[in-house]
């Protein structure tokens, strides 16, 4: 994921399953980076691992070093345009969130309420994309782009959705899987 906000739209045969079903809290958050560079279980390109593709595509001084990023809690405006609720800190995704789930517990809850979504920002670039012939099974995510804007160009001129407030048009749909979790907690 280059920097972007995205959401899961479905996973499996669950429809929107990143829409809180009540008001409530986001407590914490969790993403499952790619393999380390020396596991070579999910080789794509050239024999490369999902990290060592997205480092050598998006590790520069353009996008970072590595990856860092953020939930963002996302209000749907109409269609495909979204506001950005709130975010939570940015974090760095390094060393222990390789290939496993790492929890990220929140100091300060983010509040949802029903019908809002949590997406995944990447304020640089995160492995955590795979594709349904890689594992990632029936999925489907869309991406803070402009209709007409998702080809390679489009997702390497990308933005995320920064500026709490902010309305932006999520109108590219893929067929990837993203790999986040969000803690919810009812009221």
């Not at 974090?91 to 949590?118: A, H, S, W």
């Not at 492995?127 to 099974?137: C, E, F, I, Q, V």
Request: a positive charge; one cysteine or more.
């Amino acid at each position: 994921m280059a920097t972007l906000t995205g959401f899961i739209t479905h996973l499996g045969d669950k429809e929107d399953p990143f829409v809180a079903p009540s008001d409530g809290k986001i407590v914490a958050w969790a993403v499952e980076l790619g393999h380390k560079p020396s596991d070579k279980v999910e080789e794509g390109e050239e024999g490369k691992s999902n990290l060592e593709f997205f480092q050598d595509t998006f590790g520069n001084e353009r996008f970072g070093k590595g990856p860092v990023g953020r939930i963002a809690i996302l209000k749907r405006q109409g269609g495909v345009e979204f506001k950005l609720r709130s975010q939570s800190p940015a974090v760095k995704l390094t060393g222990p969130f390789y290939n496993q789930d790492t929890v990220i517990t929140l100091d300060k809850p983010l509040p949802i309420r029903e019908g809002e979504i949590v997406g995944l920002t990447s304020h640089t670039w995160i492995p955590t994309l795979r594709s349904k012939a890689r594992g990632g099974g029936n999925a489907g995510w869309r991406a803070s782009l402009n209709r007409g804007n998702c080809d390679e160009a489009g997702i390497l001129d990308g933005k995320e959705q920064k500026r709490e407030g902010s309305v932006r048009q999520y109108g590219c749909p893929f067929t990837d899987r993203l790999f986040y979790k969000a803690y919810f907690v009812p009221n």
